[in-house]
């Protein structure tokens, strides 16, 4: 059994090369996104803030494409889960002594200026914990420890127009949900896997990762996500938790976004209004 709790940290919606473009299309879904951000690692990001998580449009400018795009990969969409963790040498000796397959032989160190309102600038460090890469088609998993979590939760990030307050659900498209789901429990434990119809769930939280057939994800979206383009999973959905449907939708509508209103209680947008990652708002 593990005794770390999976709590979500943020997401990565790759838009690799289109960082001007996402950041323009992210705002007419009514997010308020950060100044670009500049990571050492080469990869540049906007990021919208929520209470406790956030979403991460993460892409490369020109000069840093090939280094950048070697970790990431060129296929646009959700493809990160990052979870949270406040130790992460206790947390990368933790996952190896129980078998868990890691990326790297320590945990990745990097960092990336944050302007402050005086005018002046400080680093905003990172460490992660990442999950080997070859278990985790189409995208990354991994755990981040902030060491300077006040650089990037700051009030005047957090106020949306949609309303939008935290990442309540994550959706992965698999073939075989219940073998999926198996480097999660392994991960966490796996008291914290319940199956649900049309596949597994992993409770983190506020928030849930569901991995669920492509029926299952075809009966709940429609022609709304995208799939997988090869034989092996895909993240393809994200549900927010708004403190108004009339204000998600009228930010919508000021932005010109095509939404649908199928389900009561949900407004979803498609995946082609979200470089990739379809976006479910519920209250």
């Not at 960082?19 to 879904?29: F, I, V």
């Not at 540049?44 to 449009?57: M, T």
């Not at 106020?159 to 073998?179: F, K, L, Q």
């Not at 383009?229 to 930010?251: C, G, I, M, Y």
Request: hydrophobic fraction near 40%; include cysteine; aromatic fraction near 8%.
């Amino acid at each position: 059994m593990s005794n770390q709790l999976p709590r979500l940290d943020h997401v990565v919606i790759n838009v690799t090369h289109q960082l001007d473009e996402s950041l323009a299309q992210y705002r007419r879904l009514g997010f308020v996104l950060t100044p670009r951000g500049h990571h050492s690692l080469g990869s540049s990001n906007h990021l919208a803030i929520f209470g406790d998580d956030y979403l991460e449009l993460l892409g490369y400018e020109p000069q840093n494409a090939e280094r950048a795009a070697s970790f990431w990969g060129k296929l646009q969409g959700l493809s990160g889960l990052v979870f949270k963790t406040s130790d992460s040498d206790a947390l990368f000796a933790d996952l190896r002594q129980r078998g868990v397959r890691l990326d790297g032989e320590a945990p990745q160190a990097f960092f990336r200026p944050v302007e402050l309102p005086d005018g002046s600038s400080r680093d905003a460090r990172f460490r992660t914990v990442r999950l080997d890469p070859a278990a985790i088609p189409n995208g990354r998993l991994f755990f981040c420890h902030h060491l300077d979590a006040d650089l990037v939760w700051r009030k005047e990030w957090q106020s949306h127009a949609n309303g939008v307050e935290a990442i309540t659900g994550a959706i992965v498209e698999a073939r075989d949900p219940a073998t999926s789901i198996k480097l999660l429990a392994q991960t966490f434990g796996a008291e914290h896997v319940t199956a649900i119809d049309g596949g597994w769930r992993l409770n983190a939280g506020k928030t849930t990762v569901d991995y669920l057939t492509p029926q299952a994800v075809a009966q709940r979206f429609g022609d709304a996500a995208v799939h997988s383009p090869n034989e092996h999973d895909r993240k393809v959905a994200l549900v927010f938790r708004t403190a108004s449907l009339a204000q998600a939708r009228a930010a919508l509508v000021a932005g010109q976004v095509a939404f649908r209103e199928e389900k009561a209680g949900e407004i979803l947008v498609p995946a082609s209004e979200a470089f990739g990652v379809a976006l479910v708002f519920s209250e």
